[in-house]
């Protein structure tokens, strides 16, 4: 890894970095916003819908998904992106049309989910494609943006106008994520080129069979995240659901870093055919996630109840005891996120499906075991079982088939200089990324 590289790398990594912090500072405005003005009950309706959402997307990704990123190097770019938006059309429809009919969206909400869905896709086709050229500065951008809108739409509505309805926040999403796709498309417009006839054949087929492989994984993971919604919704009801989610949201809001590392560090592996280079960055990098993840874990946890009920209101009371079962399971899991993207970059995603899968497992256990007899408290320690479990697994197998040595895993003074110097030197550097 030459200091060049080393230098716009780590000033990516930084600016996403930042991306991140102040999108998660706008999600949190907008939770409190959520949880003062709709309550407990209907932010569980909330999570039920950003759920449904997302297991479309997992579906959408098949073709739309992380599968872009590898290829858009690698092929032209009109025959990746015509037929993920013609994926997005079937299965925001068709997907939502199928949980509607399991019950997994509420009463009321299905046309509302399938434009939701549809302009959630579109905006992550035209992400992961500027993801898959690099371009992270300007995804950043857009991201931010994106956040932005749906903070100051929901903040008119509510105060404004006086409606404090769900709807109003779908709407929010709706018209936040529609700007993301219509700024996305216009970044990568210009670098459009036609296919020459005969060209790279077997190319869906390459697309699909890559976005199953990464999607299994995700959907199975997005599972592992949010199954014990359905549990916590059933055993205890929607208000409860709603103080566990947001809980849940807060505590994920610690692997800012840890993502906005693995964000960059899946791009620049995708691109790359370096495995030990590949093998050397995810090292100091899950070394330095788990590091600054378990430092907010522990500022979280000295925080008081009186805080949290100050600010997310007196409904929120137990969030603290969400925030508590959840904490080792948050901490270990940046291991998972920062070793994730190096099977996904180097092709072999079925090492993360296995990872999910364990993982599921686990929350399926603690579901039909912890949840009914401790409640929260509960739905908490059985992520946590199911984080730290999988998680240590996939160490495991990285360190396996990489062969490496066990030392090797401690985090060591040249790791913190070279990210000291790295950050010192090296923020003040321009990337080349437009």
């Not at 890559?210 to 993971?221: P, R, V």
């Not at 659901?241 to 592996?269: A, D, K, M, N, Y």
């Not at 929260?376 to 197998?397: C, D, E, K, P, R």
Request: hydrophobic share 55%; charged share 10%.
């Amino acid at each position: 890894m030459t200091g060049s590289y080393r230098r716009v790398m780590f000033k990516k990594i930084a600016g996403t970095v930042v991306t991140r912090f102040l999108t998660a500072i706008i999600t949190l405005a907008v939770v409190i916003l959520n949880t003062n003005c709709l309550g407990a009950e209907k932010v569980g309706v909330i999570s039920l819908l950003v759920l449904a959402a997302a297991i479309i997307q997992m579906v959408h990704g098949f073709l739309g998904g992380a599968s872009l990123v590898y290829f858009v190097p690698r092929a032209p770019l009109m025959r990746l992106f015509l037929p993920s938006v013609i994926w997005a059309v079937i299965t925001s429809a068709g997907m939502s049309l199928l949980l509607d009919l399991f019950g997994m969206i509420p009463e009321g909400y299905l046309l509302l989910m399938m434009g939701l869905s549809l302009v959630q896709s579109l905006s992550t086709i035209t992400s992961m494609i500027l993801l898959g050229q690099e371009r992270i500065r300007a995804n950043n951008l857009i991201t931010l943006a994106q956040f932005i809108l749906l903070a100051l739409f929901i903040i008119g509505i509510y105060f404004l106008a006086g409606t404090r309805e769900v709807e109003v926040y779908v709407y929010g999403l709706i018209f936040s994520y529609l700007l993301s796709f219509v700024l996305g498309f216009l970044m990568i417009l210009p670098r459009f080129r036609t296919a020459a006839p005969g060209t790279t054949p077997n190319l869906l087929r390459s697309v699909a069979t890559y976005g199953a492989a990464a999607q299994t994984a995700n959907f199975i993971q997005l599972l592992n995240y949010r199954l014990s919604y359905y549990f916590v919704k059933g055993y205890s009801g929607l208000a409860s659901l709603g103080i566990f989610s947001t809980g849940t949201q807060i505590s994920e809001g610690l692997w800012i870093i840890p993502r906005s590392i693995s964000l960059v560090q899946f791009t620049r592996i995708s691109n790359s055919e370096d495995r030990q280079e590949a093998v050397n960055l995810t090292l100091i990098l899950t070394k330095v996630s788990l590091l600054i993840t378990a430092f907010l874990m522990v500022i979280l946890l000295v925080l008081p109840s009186s805080f949290f009920t100050f600010i997310f209101g007196p409904e929120f009371a137990d969030i603290r005891i969400v925030l508590m079962t959840l904490a080792i399971g948050i901490v270990m899991f940046s291991l998972s996120v920062s070793i994730s993207p190096y099977f996904s970059g180097t092709g072999r995603p079925h090492v993360n499906t296995l990872t999910s899968a364990i993982g599921l497992l686990l929350t399926l256990a603690g579901g039909l075991t912890l949840i009914p007899r401790l409640g929260l408290a509960g739905a908490g320690l059985t992520s946590s079982i199911s984080y730290t479990l999988s998680a240590l697994f996939q160490l495991a197998v990285f360190k396996k088939k990489e062969k490496i040595p066990l030392k090797r895993f401690l985090l060591t003074r040249d790791d913190l200089l070279f990210l000291l110097h790295v950050i010192r030197r090296q923020l003040f550097i321009k990337s080349p990324d437009v």
